[in-house]
Each structure stands twice: as structure tokens, then as C-alpha cells.
């Protein structure tokens, strides 16, 4: 710095120029000590002019650039400022004790009489100052008048004797011997920006010209990503009439009900918005199904990008729970109805449930629907119960007894019967159509005959006539078959393309090819052999049997319009939005289970493709021994929606009465009786409990709790005036927060137990078994040659793991050859350890198609196992979490969890976290050069979409943007826990 010399001492020139400038800035006397000080400064600078010109240019330097002038009042085009970016800068650059100089001299001026811009660079340096004492700051904070050591007169002798140039030697010499701050002033300055950006945005908030524009309240912004991202310019009429209801104005529960398509989830997302941005409250969001979760949290997140809000997916166990220091941010959750009531256990606990301003529920009709429906009701029951200022918005195509539903959600009611596309429903009986009308009697008009030529080898591979039907529509335009099973949608699919035309063929066929592609990139090198026979006829089928990628893969080709028709299973209907010109039921069946007639409307209603079709069809297949069945299915009314917390004890009524006294939401039997009244169970406890009263099952299910073991206390009697207070178990606190299914409590804490007593650590074997889920035992027929093999191939440690468990070789050995068995062996373990070997394989190969050929198992099977196995891993640690004596479970389940979770390579995991990025396309980008959440954060989508094939412009900037704000996620935590080590303690002793 001091060019050939040591130190400033030893260069001559350097001090005889500030002498010089000193003296020429001095000539002035209405120029104050503070701004000659600064010129002095940046004039020194001169002498090292690449020095200087680096100060000047630099956008990197802390605080106060041209861009955040306007926190501090200050006019960009003030001539006399010209200087003032270099002087922050340089200021900034300072070590504390020159900066404290400054201050001093500034402080020796205070008296005078100061211009408006000299007052202003004195704020200036004043709060350059302040920024180097304190983290956390505002411009106007109280350090700014902070006193100094130094009496006035001692200032003014101190300014009158010494000149700047001896000042100056002063400071330099304080810098060598000033002792090093404790927090590096790095540190500072930069909590000092984000301090200051905080300051700024809260401003610009609180300012009157925040656009909340005309759209419903929400920012002019809203409107245009909806036409931006949805191509919505306008609204219906009925979603206008609905958002502007009195009820919504005055934030009262609403349940809305509509036709499928008639447009219900966009009235959701606006009073979602409403709620993240205008009232700055957490919103939670509950659907049905994971892929229902992954389409709208793929569809949201761009919003929460734009609009600065984070979008959470709790899809499968992905899903983290928020961090327990509340957020800076709003956050909107997109839950599924297990994670959803986790969650909101989570936010009851930690009194965070009075964030939560509002709770959005897709298909309420679920109420009704067995083990979901009882989770659906404990979670809303909960939330009305503990948080009076919650919304809660209920909708759904299909209800009935709304009546009920609204006493439970205390809620108004808005129905239309609104469709955008009209709706014409058909019946087939042989050869002919007929068009359901019920005015008539028997409920059906003819309508006309099939014109298709069949000859007799036709007529026996397609006796439905479905060649006929769909050779209609196709490949112009799109259709959807339901078929009653997996399998039956795969023999629909390869039967329509061997009697299909070869013209079939040469529609969109550069674009099939590359679907193929990409499949075959998804399974390493496999693609189903039928889905190679019928995608170049623009056919597929779609069920649980494929894999996540596939069916995502699938569905976005069928949506542009390179498939033209998909064979699928029933719960496509209620799943992701994939409407069609004409929708074909195979039969009135799922399974070997009669249509219902809410199954039956939800699979029609996909019939009609909005803004593209005039009408949509549905055609019902039905034989002739059905056909008084489907007259009555077509017109009849709506199923009734029935609480299902009596038929689903463990996972209903006993778990609802556990967590009440674990959350401390009720903890006597009379606080207990009181939130029971207020479920929809309670509301419909004439209809339901005919044997017992609603007060004698409470009584009969707190019993049987405290004699599990979970809860610890007394049952009073209504006449005893003493109140009894219910407590929980450790073994109870444990299975609550777990969610662990009551049936299995007992049994997860012996086999844990019995786990400590030789835990065998070799491999993952041991563990896997411990976290294998239960509830998938019934459903597993094992190989037994495949099971012989597969224990052959253990190590003896691993092998040792089998007999620990309770499954002897010899069991195997005579299963696999067929002799009799005459030692009892309990059958769920011995399907429990037969999938713990598929995981096993599953966690070595990462892969799903090898693995599922080695099984004689289908991909989503072995998919969904590995799902449910994460799912049940989570549950189990954090149960393990609540019982001391199982410390060691957690480190070992906590990487266990994680691997299940992504099952790839490690190196793929960081990328796997990103909306949007699944294992192919980690794949894809990792050999790319892309390996870290910064790599992706940082990239150019435009790059992105040059070097990963078959990645579109919007997927691109979707992960792009993903990334950036998981990022930012990541750093914001870290931040506050790093303000959480530095807070001072409150009760420090000897402090008052």
C-alpha cells in the first residue's frame, strides 16, 4: 500500500499531500471539519488510482447504492452528492477505530451551523458507524446519538492542536494495536445489508403504493401470472359471484360444490393468495392423493416464486416440517390428508395453529371414505376447536347431506350447477347408444346404432364394440377408457393397436419416438414392452403399476396431445386433471365392486375439454345382466356422506381421543365429551350409534387407551364433582407424534426393544425390517423360490437377522419345495421380511425395473413400498424420539429415512430436493455438470434447456427458480440459528 516503504511514516509524499489537501480544503470556512475529512480520504485514494477506480465501480460494496438512496430521503440528482457512493464505500472499507475518528470529528462540528447536504453525509457516516457496532439495525435507531468518552472541551482542544495529518498517523497507529473484533466485521456489514433490506421492504410495504388493485383485492401481479401462466383473462360468472359472496368478505367457512371441470380450484387459489399476501397468514392446503399434491405444488410453486411466498409439498415423506422460530415469510402448504393432520398436530403443539389463517380442502366428499375420511374429519375438528380464527373452504363435485357437513363446519353454502363444456351421458347395450334422460321411464331414450363394419375375428377380440367407440374421436381428438383393473387397462390398450390402421401411426411419430426415449432414460435402458407397442399408435395405459416418472411422462403427452387416448383405472379420475372429448367406462365396475354413483360422476365429469370442445360424451359398456343396476345408478341421488371415526377405531376414534389428550386439547373426560360433540361423528351420532350413545363409546375408548398403556388416569362419573385429568404415557406421547396406527403400537415397541437386545449393524437389513410398514403384510404373496434365492445370497450376519426375526431357513427351504409345514411361523412376519429383502435390493441397485423383474413385482408396486417404507421410517424415528431408552434409533433412522426417501445415488440427493426434479432428470443434470442446489440456483434456464433433452423452457426456469428459492430457504434457517447461538441470554446470573 505504502509503495517501497514500511509503513506511512516512511513516505513523505504521501503525508506532505494530505498536508497540501488539508490546507486547500481548510481555505473554506464554511466548509465543516467531517466533509474536508471525507475529501481528504478520497483524494488519498488518487495517489493509487486502480485502488480508487475499484471503490468507485465496485456493485458490491455494503449499503447505501443508488438503489437504496431512497430509505435515508436522499436525491440522486443533488450535485453536491456526487461523491457519496465513493465515500460509503471507502467508509465501509475503514477499520473500526479510523471510523470512530470520524465520529469524534463529526460530533466537534454538531455545534455549527451545517448545510442540509453536509447534515445528510453526517448521517451518512454516522450510520457507517452504526452499522459496524450493531447487527441489527434501522437508519433511525437510537445508536446513532450514542455518547462518546470525550468531554466538549477536551473535543474542541483536541480539534484546535492536532491537524488531520497527525490524526490520521493516530488512527493508522490505533489500527495496528486495536484488538480484533469477536465477530469479524464481514459478518456485521453484511448482517447490516439485511438488516437494511428488511427496513426497506417493510417501508415499501407499509406505503400507500403497493398496487392491491382491482383483481379481488389481490395485486394487479395475480391477474397477469394467471394469464401468463394459465392463459386465464377472465373469470365465470359463477366464480365472480362466488368470490364476491358476503360470507367470504367476512371470512366465514365456506363449502362450495360444482360439476368436475367447472372450474372450483381457481375461487381456491384466489382466496388462498388473499389470505398469503393481503393478510400475510400461513394457508394449508389438503388433497386426496400424492399426484394430486405433486401437480398443484408444480403449479403453485412458480406463483409463491413470483409473489415471495414459500410453497411446501408434503407429498409422501418429502415434506418438511416448518422450523419452530417463525418464518419471515409466508408459507402455503400442499399436504395430503396423512401430512396434513401431522402437520397441523405439529402447529398445534408449538402454538403456531393461530398462523394459520386459512385451510383449503380438495374433494370434502372424502369424509366419508374409510380411514382417510376419519383423518380428514380428527384434522378440521381440530383446527375449529383450537383455532376460532382459522378459515376453512370445503369443496367438492359431488355431496349430498351438505346439511351435515355444514353444522360440523360451521359453513355457508354455494352450489351451480355451471360447465363450461356441456355434458351428454350415453349408455351402450350391445350395438346400441342410448342417451340417459331421466324424464323418461326406464331412464334412457335411444339415441342411435354403431356404424363399424366388424368381422368375425374382430368381433371375438373386441365383443365391447371399443375399436368402434374410440376410432370416433381418435387420434383427432382425445379419449379416456376406465377399465375395472390394472391388467384390463394394459389388454385394452394392446388390443386396440393390433386392429388400429397403420394411418394411426404417422400422427405426431418424431414426437412419439422421443417419448419412447425418455421412458427408456427413466427405466436405465427398460421400457415396458406394451407401452412400446402402443405409443406409436398414440395409445398408453395409466395405473398405479407405473412409476412416478412414467406416469408424469404419460400424462404430460397426453395433455399436449402426442397421446391421444389412455387406458386407465378409476383413481385417474379423481387424480390429476386430464380431461377428454369422450370418456368410455369399460364397466359399471371397480374392481369387482358396483359403481357408486360419486365414482360414476367423477369419471364422466372428465368428459369436455374446456375452451377446446362444445360438448363432452361419456359411454357406459354395459351387459345386459347390469342393465336395471346402471338404470338405477344413472338416477339415483348422491351417496350420503357418513363419519367413518366408529368403522376405523385405531385409526379413528382412538387416535383422535389419544392425540386430544396429548395436545392438551382435552384432558378430562368432560372436555373430551365436549369436542366429541363438535365432529361430525357427534353431529351424526342418531344415525350412526344405534347401540351405544356417543358418551358410552368416549368412555369405552379412554378405557381401553389407559389399558393399552397410553393413557395414565381415572373415568369419573358425571356424578362425581372432582375433576379427572387425563395424562399421556411416553409409549402414547410416542405414538401420537409418530402417527403410528394404535393397532401397531404395542407390537413397534417389542420389536424395537428386542432390536436393542443384538441390533445387527452389518448392513441395512436389520433396520429395514424395523421400518417396514405393517398395513403392506396382507396384500404380499412371496415367491418362495425367489425367497430362497434371495436368502441364500445373505452374509451369515444378515442371515442371522432371519432367525432374530422369527423366520427359520428351514420354513423357507420347505415352503420353496412344497413340503408340509409343521411348526406355526406368524405370516405377517414372514411377508414383512420378504419386502424388507425387496428394500434391501432396492437401496443396493436403485433401481426400480431391476428390482421389480427380480420380485416378479410391478414397478408402482415396488415404488409405492418404497414410498410407504420412507413414510413408516419417518414415523418411527420420531417416535423413537420420544422414548429415551431408543437414543440409538435415531441417528441410525434419520440416514435410513433419507435414503428410502430418494433412493438414488448420494451425489443425486442435493438435486432431488428441487420441485421438479425427479431421478432421471438428476440424472440428466448431474452429467451435465449440475451437482449442486448452487449449480441449479445459478444456472441460465436458456443453458439448461440447450443441454438437458427434453427439457422444456418452463420446466427450465420452474427448477431454475426452485432452486433459488430452496436456497434461500436453506440460508435464511441457517441465519436464524445463527441468531439464536448470539442471543444473549435473559437470565444470566448476577444480572438484574
Known sequence: MFGDHDSFYGNDS????????????????????????????????????????NFSNSENMVVLKADKEDAFQMNENDPVDSNQELTESILDDLPSSQLLYFEKIGELSSGSRISPVSERRNKCVNFSLDKIRSPSFCPDTEHRNRPTDFSSESKCDLFKTESLKDHLKSAMTGNAKAQTLQVSKTKQLKEAVLSEEICVARKTIESSSVDIGPFYGLPSKVKDLFRQFRGIETLYEWQHDCLMLESLQQRKNLIYSLPTSGGKTLVAEIIILQELLCRQKDVLMILPYVAIVQEKFRGLSSFGIELGFLVEEYAGSKGRFPPIKRRIKKSLYIATIEKGHALVNSLIETERI??????????????????????LEITLAKILYTSKNTQIIGMSATLNNVGDLQKFLQAEYYTNNFRPVELKEYVKIRDSIYAVDSKTENGFTFSRLLNFKYSSNLEKAD?????????????????????????????????????????????????????????????????????????????????????NDERKSIEEAYSTGVLCLLACTATLAAGVNLPARRVILRAPYVANDFLKKNQYKQMIGRA??????????????????????????????????????????????????????????????????????????????????????????????????IEKGLLKGRICEKDHNSKCTLTITPLGKATYKGSIDLAYCNLLYRELKKGLEGLILESNLHLLYLVTPYDMTSNCSPDWMIYLKQFNQLSAAEQKVVDIVGVPESFITKKASGQAIRKNVDSAVVNRLYLSFVLYTLLKETNIWSVSEKFNMSRGYVQNLLNSAASFASCVLHFSEELEEFWVYKALLTELTKKLTYCVKTELIPLMEVAGVLEARAKQLYNAGYKTLAHLANANPETLVKMIEHLSRRQAKQIVSSAKMLLSEKAEALQEEVEELLKVPADIPGTC
Open 14 to 53: 504521501l503525508l506532505a499531500e494530505v498536508d497540501d489537501i488539508e490546507k486547500k480544503y481548510l481555505q473554506d470556512k464554511n466548509t465543516n471539519i467531517k466533509v474536508a475529512g471525507e475529501i481528504i480520504i478520497g483524494n488519498q485514494s488518487g495517489i493509487h488510482q486502480e485502488k480508487k477506480d
Open 354 to 375: 393461530y398462523d394459520l389463517g386459512l385451510v383449503v380442502v380438495d374433494e370434502l366428499h372424502m369424509l366419508g371414505e374409510g380411514s382417510r375420511g376419519a383423518t
Open 463 to 547: 365383443p365391447d364394440h371399443i375399436i368402434a367407440l374410440v376410432t370416433e374421436v381418435i387420434p383427432k381428438y382425445s379419449c379416456l377408457i376406465f377399465c375395472p383393473t390394472k391388467k384390463n387397462c394394459e389388454n385394452v390398450a394392446s388390443m386396440l393397436c393390433k386392429y388400429l390402421k397403420k394411418e394411426f401411426r404417422a400422427h405426431r411419430e418424431k414426437e412419439k419416438q422421443d417419448l419412447i426415449k425418455n421412458l427408456e432414460n427413466i427405466g436405465n435402458g427398460s421400457v415396458c414392452p406394451i407401452l412400446k407397442q402402443t405409443i406409436p399408435f398414440g395409445i398408453a395405459y395409466h395405473h398405479s403399476g407405473l412409476t
Open 608 to 705: 369436455g375439454r374446456a375452451g377446446i370442445d362444445s360438448a363432452g360424451e361419456s359411454i357406459l359398456i354395459v351387459q345386459e345382466k347390469d342393465k336395471h343396476l346402471v338404470q338405477d345408478l344413472v338416477n339415483s341421488p348422491l351417496e350420503n356422506c357418513y363419519s367413518s371415526l366408529l368403522l376405523e377405531l385405531t385409526k379413528g376414534m382412538q387416535s383422535l381421543l389419544l392425540s386430544l389428550v396429548g395436545l392438551k386439547i382435552a384432558v378430562t373426560h368432560e372436555e373430551v365429551n365436549n369436542f366429541m360433540c363438535s365432529t361430525l361423528l357427534g353431529i351424526q351420532q342418531q344415525l350412526l350409534s344405534k347401540e351405544k350413545s356417543l358418551a358410552e363409546i368416549i368412555k369405552d375408548g379412554l378405557e381401553n387407551l
